[in-house]
């Protein structure tokens, strides 16, 4: 089956390569109006204001959890849903696209979040060009944003940290969101969901487990994977690292596959990957290799700046 979408449905895919521009700074990390919309549930208004640092009033919401209230500001509220959304933010990251660069005020929130028990930070070993610090929610800040129901009930959210060895790639995935989502709003598309890959593994492999064995397993495979919008290759279904469903300017749902590639990528699975008909991203330093690699398998997919 053909892909749901395809690179010439698009005009931004020729501005992925570009760096970041101030209008990123200026529109990049902010909620959108159905995130804004939630959340009704669980939470009180009220007149409370704390005085920043820059001698604003930054007015609280009280939401009610389990045992307890908690005062959050819109930022930190939008902060909560970023770290549920992608399970691990870079520090540098959420300063830079949630908070428009403002470190100080990113930081105030942080721990002020901390201190309700929400967020937690830890500490990543990585290339001199990573962050080394990133945030995600607690169980209690996982439980608050399910309770104020503050994002859609089809956005999956997650806390904590599965698999250390994976979390410097796992924390580029939100930067690789913003990069996107930034040119789906210039061209018109308004982002609806994000899904990780924990999400669709679970849900593809629930459905093989469920294949019938009166059928042959490599149609049933093929049918499978049609469900989810993937594709089988060399006998495998390729899952990416972030899939992102939004409307397009006309009010068609569409799909993105993005991959994150990396120089530790074995051969086979790269290629695999570009087979699959997923958009590839890859940090400066590790661009070289991977076209290497890709070349030798004769692929010419196109591989995009992170």
Same mark, same amino acid.
């Given at each position: 089956m053909d892909r749901p979408y395809g690179i010439s449905d698009f005009a931004f895919p020729s501005r992925w390569d570009r760096e970041s521009g101030p209008d990123l700074v200026e529109r990049a990390g902010r909620g959108s109006r159905t995130d804004r919309e939630q959340g009704q549930a669980g939470r009180e208004k009220g007149s409370n204001s704390v005085r920043s640092r820059g001698g604003f009033d930054r007015p609280v919401t009280i939401y009610r959890g389990r045992d307890r209230e908690y005062s959050l500001r819109e930022t930190e509220v939008r902060t909560l849903i970023d770290l549920g959304k992608f399970r691990v933010v870079p520090g540098d990251d959420l300063a830079r696209f949630g908070y428009q660069g403002n470190h100080a005020r990113m930081e105030s929130d942080v721990r002020s979040l901390t201190r309700q028990g929400l967020v937690e930070q830890r500490t990543i070993e990585g290339h001199s060009s990573y962050s080394t610090k990133v945030l995600t929610l607690t169980k209690d800040g996982h439980r608050?944003?399910?309770?104020?129901?503050?994002?859609?009930?089809?956005?999956?959210?997650?806390? !904590?940290?599965?698999?250390? @060895?994976? %979390?410097?790639?796992?924390?580029?995935?939100?930067? +690789? &969101? *913003?990069?996107? $989502? =930034?040119?789906?709003?210039?061209? !018109?598309?308004?982002?609806? @969901?994000? %899904?990780?890959?924990?999400?669709?593994?679970?849900? +593809? &492999? *629930?459905?093989? $487990? =469920?294949?019938?064995?009166?059928?042959?397993?490599?149609?049933? @495979?093929?049918?499978?994977?049609?469900?989810?919008?993937?594709?089988?290759?060399?006998?495998?279904?390729?899952?990416?690292?972030?899939?992102?469903?939004?409307?397009?300017?006309?009010?068609?749902?569409?799909?993105?596959?993005?991959?994150?590639?990396?120089?530790?990528?074995?051969?086979?699975?790269?290629?695999?990957?570009?087979?699959?008909?997923?958009?590839?991203?890859?940090?400066?330093?590790?661009?070289a290799k991977l076209r290497r690699v890709l070349d030798t398998q004769e692929i010419s997919a196109r591989i995009f700046a992170l």
């Open positions: 608050l944003v399910e309770r104020a129901q503050l994002v859609s009930s089809r956005q999956a959210t997650y806390h !904590g940290l599965v698999k250390p @060895r994976e %979390v410097r790639h796992d924390a580029d995935v939100y930067r +690789l &969101y *913003q990069k996107v $989502s =930034r040119e789906i709003e210039r061209s !018109g598309g308004k982002v609806r @969901r994000v %899904v990780l890959d924990f999400e669709l593994k679970k849900d +593809l &492999y *629930q459905a093989l $487990s =469920r294949m019938r064995p009166d059928k042959d397993p490599r149609y049933e @495979r093929i049918f499978i994977a049609n469900q989810f919008d993937l594709k089988v290759v060399d006998g495998k279904i390729p899952i990416p690292d972030l899939r992102i469903e939004y409307e397009d300017d006309c009010r068609d749902v569409r799909r993105l596959d993005l991959e994150i590639a990396t120089r530790d990528y074995r051969p086979q699975g790269l290629g695999e990957k570009a087979k699959a008909g997923f958009h590839m991203f890859a940090r400066q330093q590790d661009h």
